[in-house]
């Protein structure tokens, strides 16, 4: 099956520019999720969505990050204005969940690494 | 809170060796528990998940409730395990995965 698409691969923007990261989930798959890698690190959840809907997004900087999900498909991720401490890999994951498992795999895709400089 | 804790950045074994990546966890309730792997220019994957009680690639995993532990394991270490290994749990209640910040295993010839 075709997996978690991811683009672009590599950006490079300076601090208080704006960006934007696109992410085509696993056909089928109803959950979405938006997680953050900063170097050394290991990834941190900044949004779930459910089809369309936000189940998760506690740890997102609203005053700068902001994510949709239209359609219930594909979403995209976006920062504005940046800052230094974005720089990241920003990884999306997919899964086919389900209310009654906590056990269902989570599918990455590839990761957009971001530089701020 | 919930946490997860991987307390070595590095672990460097010779091939045929044996391997254990360890990987604590802070969570009152009862949690559902992985490994994922990421090898050298390929996207984070499953390797293993607690309840499944399987052996994939020769490793294995056993949940201790009473040491809130769930280290990784396998008895000889092969060139190809060389990989960033992360421990990952799902609280009760969601199915978001909360990560351990990663041991990256080196396996030398």
């Known amino acids: 099956e075709a997996g978690v698409a991811q683009s672009p691969r590599y950006k490079i923007i300076e601090k208080r520019q704006s960006v934007a990261f696109w992410c085509n989930p696993i056909s089928g798959h109803a959950t979405l999720y938006w997680y953050q890698q900063i170097l050394g690190q290991g990834p941190k959840l900044l949004i779930q969505?459910?089809?369309?809907?936000?189940?998760?997004d506690s740890q997102l900087p609203k005053d700068r990050f902001s994510a949709e999900r239209l359609k219930g498909v594909d979403s995209t991720l976006k920062i504005q204005p940046a800052k230094l401490e974005d720089s990241a890999v920003y990884l999306c994951a997919s899964s086919n969940h389900r209310e009654s498992s906590r056990n269902t795999e989570a599918f990455f895709g590839q990761g957009t690494r971001l530089t701020v400089v | 809170a919930q946490r997860v804790t991987q307390p070595e950045k590095l672990l460097s074994v010779f091939k045929g060796a044996p391997v254990e990546l360890k990987c604590n966890y802070s969570?009152?309730?009862?949690?559902?528990l992985f490994w994922y792997v990421q090898y050298s220019r390929q996207r984070l994957q499953l390797l293993l998940r607690?309840?499944s009680r399987e052996s994939i690639k020769g490793f294995t995993a056993d949940l201790n409730k009473g040491e809130t532990s769930f280290h990784l394991k396998k008895p000889f270490a092969q060139e190809e395990d060389s990989a960033m290994y992360y421990c990952a749990l799902i609280p009760w209640g969601y199915n978001k995965l909360i990560f351990g910040a990663g041991t990256r295993l080196a396996v030398h010839p």
């Open positions: 969570y009152s309730g009862s949690p559902e």
């Open positions: 607690h309840i």
């Open positions: 969505f459910q089809n369309n809907g936000v189940v998760d």
